[in-house]
């Protein structure tokens, strides 16, 4: 089996997983290339990776490196022209999500999408591919909690990494487009429908930092959705006992419930304070096996030359979603959300 080789853009807090996943623990890939504008990541690919083939500049990877992909995991802003750009150099594209930060930067990823259409796009939204949604999704199918028609998801990072929350709160978008767009695809992808209709809102108790960003250390949002379903999403930044993330799913004969208790493993310790059961500290580790396998089969996507389920349409509704949000969360009125 010929090995696909990849390209990498972005080493920061998760390219750094990514390209641990495509360097050591997916079987037939080379990670070839890497790009990144800060000097100390290219370092860091070439000793802890083993990649020699380094750039500052993502064009010029994409013209000189021998790459069949390119895994695009940059500041949110940069990833709709990236993956224009990938694509129209004849590369397979795996970008993070969000898609992009503006309705029209994502319009110019799906034209760049629909022009190759023979190129595979994958977008990472790898909940998806965590085993326990993936399980619960299988269930739903399974039709056994009938018909699914409300979602209540929280998420809710650990507050011992509020401080970098508070630096990145002015450029992040709002809580919302932050932090909720997992839930946001989560909702759409257990009920089978569209939101239409959105109302938020937010609180601060402890760390004023974010007032003065002009948004919130807490966000609450409710959709109301086409068919009729409820998702109700409830984002955070100070769980002060580690990364809690939940995802409630009520259907017409029964409930699940993923992760109820954010536990770091199956251990509990029975010591001096008693019976505890740890929690998970964040995403990389909540979420590691839903990276590796959402690799895996971006990979088997180019083998078997076929398109993902998640569409970039779906990055793109993703996205507006996300915005009627805040604009909602801002205005403190219901919003209609249209596509
Ligand atoms: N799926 C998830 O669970 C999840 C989790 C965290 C982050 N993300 C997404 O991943 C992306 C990266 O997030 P992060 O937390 O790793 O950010 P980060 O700031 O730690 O890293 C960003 C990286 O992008 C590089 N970069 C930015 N612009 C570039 C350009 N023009 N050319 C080359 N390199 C460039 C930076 O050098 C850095 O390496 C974001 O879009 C974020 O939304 C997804």
Not at 306 to 334: L, M
Request: hydrophobic share 40%; aromatic share 10%.
């Amino acid at each position: 089996m010929k090995n696909i080789n990849v390209g990498i853009v972005g080493l920061g807090r998760l390219g750094k997983e990514h390209a641990k996943n495509l360097a050591f623990r997916i079987a037939g890939v080379k990670l070839n290339a890497a790009c990144s504008i800060v000097k100390s990541e290219l370092e860091y690919a070439k000793k802890e990776l083993g990649v020699q083939d380094v750039y500052s500049d993502y064009r010029e990877m994409l013209k000189q490196a021998d790459i069949d992909a390119v895994v695009i995991v940059t500041t949110s802003s940069e990833h709709c022209w990236q993956i224009a750009a990938a694509l129209d150099a004849g590369k397979h594209v795996f970008s993070d999500k969000p898609l992009g930060v503006t309705i029209e930067e994502c319009r110019l990823a799906e034209a760049a999408v629909a022009k190759h259409a023979d190129q595979i796009f994958f977008l990472g939204f790898m909940r998806r591919f965590d085993p326990s949604y993936a399980y619960a999704k299988e269930k739903i199918k399974q039709g056994l909690i009938g018909r699914p028609y409300m979602i209540k998801a929280t998420g809710i990072d650990p507050e011992a990494l509020v401080e970098g929350a508070i630096k990145f709160a002015p450029t992040s978008g709002g809580i919302f487009t932050d932090m909720a767009i997992h839930d946001i695809d989560l909702m759409r992808w257990f009920l089978e429908d569209n939101p239409v209709e959105v109302y938020a809102n937010g609180a601060t108790f402890k760390h004023p930092e974010f007032k003065a960003a002009n948004d919130d250390e807490t966000g609450v949002a409710m959709y109301k959705c086409a068919k009729g379903g409820i998702g109700f999403v409830h984002v955070g930044r100070t769980a002060s006992y580690g990364y809690h993330v939940e995802t409630e799913i009520i259907g017409t004969e029964g409930t699940l419930r993923i992760s109820p208790v954010p536990e770091k493993n199956l251990c509990a310790i029975y010591d001096i304070h008693g019976v505890v059961k740890e929690c998970v500290t964040g995403f990389p580790e909540r979420f590691a096996e839903a990276y590796r396998l959402e690799m895996e089969n971006f990979i088997a996507c180019i083998r078997s030359n076929k398109q993902p389920e998640v569409s970039v349409f779906d990055g793109t509704k993703s996205t507006q979603i996300a915005f009627a949000t805040t604009t909602s969360y801002r205005n403190k009125e219901v919003i209609k959300i249209g596509y």
